[in-house]
């Protein structure tokens, strides 16, 4: 199911809620004043529909949320209740007990509306057959139960509506689990690809032309470091932290630069000072294949094993000692 007309009554949701809320808010009230006012019999009556409009309302809450969370993938598509499937996801867990919340309120609701009908029924009665005093006794009494529901009533929709609240603008839990979440994404890409390496061009050239990298497997390399690096680079000291130099390499299989891509070597100065290498080789030529231990494609990061020959040269200041 879906159309404009179901992603408009999916998504205001959190408008339709507030019209349940606000009636079951005014229901102890009307409840109350029953008990008191002159018009007992005409708030009976208005309590009564209090509750009956809060209950039908509910529903079509309950329905267009439902039809949300559907929409935002927060509950699968044929699905009632959201999985949780790790300890991260803070919003499914706080839609199962948003979820639990409404429908609790739903039964303390009917119940209450039940409640309220039954005690209008026997308020009828004792009017034909008891003594004044004894109508009111029983006139009370029998409207406590009411009042006493419709207060949990309240503090189910409350609670839900609180969750509700925190689903929607955030707060400190769910802005962490958000930044988490994203920072944890976007190490998942240069995990599976190697990217800021591979925009090497992107970076800014040490050399015009490219020099012979002995220290490299003697390939033909250019150097290419970023702009907040490139000065310390070319005075020779460190890298500052988040600066970045890629080595890009050919293959020289006749002598001549230029014949074949060769691997791309990345030396990182991280956040917290450390340095980090990559080692990056999409294609290994099967006559080289002793360098990456027989693999025909390599990418390795550190702290990978495979890099630790990357480290005997490049001090842990990151500058290659030179040959
Ligand atoms: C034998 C020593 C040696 C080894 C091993 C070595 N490098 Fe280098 N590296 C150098 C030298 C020397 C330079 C300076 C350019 C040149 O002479 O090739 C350099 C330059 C670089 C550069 C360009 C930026 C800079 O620091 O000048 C990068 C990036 C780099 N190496 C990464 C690596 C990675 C990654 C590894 C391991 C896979 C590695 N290197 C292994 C010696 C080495």
Not at 79 to 87: E, L, R
Request: charged share 20%; aromatic share 10%; proline share 6%.
């Amino acid at each position: 199911m879906s159309g404009p007309l179901l992603d408009l009554f999916a998504t205001e949701h959190p408008a339709f809620v507030h019209v349940p809320l606000g009636l079951v808010i005014a229901l102890p009230f009307s409840i109350a004043i029953s008990l008191k006012a002159k018009h007992t019999h005409a708030w009976k009556i208005a309590s009564f529909f209090i509750a009956i409009v809060a209950f039908a309302g509910s529903i079509v809450a309950i329905i267009s949320g439902l039809f949300w969370g559907r929409q935002i993938s927060l509950i699968s598509p044929g699905g009632y209740f959201p999985v949780v499937a790790s300890g991260k996801q803070i919003l499914q867990k706080m839609l199962q007990l948003h979820e639990i919340a409404a429908l609790a309120g739903v039964v303390v609701g009917f119940f209450c509306l039940v409640l309220i009908w039954r005690s209008m029924k026997e308020d009828n009665d004792a009017r034909v057959s008891t003594s004044p005093f004894h109508r009111r006794l029983a006139d009370r009494a029998v409207w406590l139960a009411p009042l006493f529901f419709s207060f949990l009533w309240i503090g189910a929709w409350g609670f839900c509506g609180k969750l509700g609240g925190i689903m929607v603008f955030g707060n400190e839990e769910t802005n962490k689990a958000a930044a988490a979440a994203d920072q944890a994404r976007k190490k998942d890409v240069e995990a599976d690809l190697p990217i800021r390496a591979l925009d090497y061009a992107s970076l800014e050239p040490v050399q015009a032309a490219p020099i012979r990298s002995k220290a490299h497997g003697n390939r033909w390399a250019r150097i290419w470091v970023t702009a907040s690096g490139i000065d310390d680079y070319k005075v020779g000291k460190p890298l500052p932290s988040g600066a970045y130099a890629v080595l890009s390499t050919v293959e020289d299989a006749r002598g001549k630069p230029g014949q074949e891509p060769g691997p791309l070597f990345m030396r990182e100065t991280l956040a917290d000072g450390r340095v980090s290498f990559a080692f990056y080789w999409p294609r290994v030529p099967e006559a080289r294949r002793a360098e990456t231990g027989g693999e025909d494609s390599a990418y390795w990061r550190s702290p990978s094993e495979k890099l630790k020959a990357c480290a005997v040269c490049h001090t842990t200041a990151g500058l290659a000692a030179k040959p």
